[in-house]
């Protein structure tokens, strides 16, 4: 019988997995490969075929010893496979965390740069933007309206008041002022938007609130030291955890090889493609003990009569 792809003598390194008849039957299994070629076979068959002829066969004492071998290489490569899948998904937690991690320092070092940026960027138009908090004050200090102060800011920067235009939002609630500063050619680098939004404290000078950006610099900075030193121990962590469960994984795969042989190992067998487990008998003996011993109801008998 055979089974498997068709294993042609066009198909140069292919091995096709047999028995030799007659003086060939005597070859060892191992003589017609070394353990170092990776063995895949194409079928397996019970004599070698003209078809064959120039492809690499691996001869076997007997049939049973190739059906054996070719379905435990397929075992073997599904093992593999298996293998191969779990330490991926070991590994992508871990590049998974890296990432995260990264993504966070990142972000902080943007925020980081940015405070610096605003800072700076307050300490060179100091004068512009101490006129505009001293205004915006002078109306909040009359009593008028928040909205009424609001709309005149409006109205003042569409008439092409330079002070007014800074302004992007008014938070009179909460004593602050948002306003657009273009950053200049030395910094555009730094960020991506062409102006930067910094969100200034009614009640402190322009100075004071550069001194405050650079205050939020600062710590930013010792955040971002103590996120990259928590990020590395667990990355480091992870990939210890990873390489542990690689090696578990191995050793169980290693542990499924070697497995206790089953009460039919001492007879000649193979589990078919329709996953029949198929017995042969060594000799009378044990040709009878598969009769009285094993065999059910269910199952089928056929003897051969050679002589």
Known sequence: GGGGGGGGGDREGKKVGGVAVG?????????????????????????????????????????????????????????????????????????KIRHAQDERISSLRTKEEEDRLRGEMLQFKMGEVDALLSLIRT?????MDWEELAELVDASAAQGDALAAMVHKLDLGKSEVTIALEVDDENDEALEAPSLLLTLDLRLSAAANARAFYVAKK?????????????????????????????????????????????????????SSENLLVLAANDAHSADLLVTRHMDDDDVYVMADTA
């Open 23 to 95: 003086a060939a039957a005597a070859i060892a299994p191992h003589a017609a490969y070394s353990e170092s070629e990776a063995q895949e076979f194409d079928e397996f068959l019970p004599y070698e075929l003209l078809q064959h002829a120039g492809a690499r066969v691996c001869r076997f004492p007997a049939f049973w010893e190739a059906v054996d071998e070719h379905f435990a290489q397929v075992e073997r490569a599904r093992g593999v496979s298996e293998l191969q899948q779990q330490q991926h998904a070991a590994w992508k937690k871990v590049d």
């Open 139 to 143: 109306g909040v200090d009359s009593g």
């Open 219 to 271: 710590a930013a900075a010792a955040k971002t030291a103590k996120t990259v030193e928590a990020a590395e121990a667990a990355v480091r962590a992870a990939e210890a955890k990873a390489q542990a469960n690689v090696a578990k994984m191995k050793l169980s795969a290693s542990i499924r090889a070697i497995r206790r042989p089953f009460w039919f190992d001492k007879f000649a067998w193979f589990v």
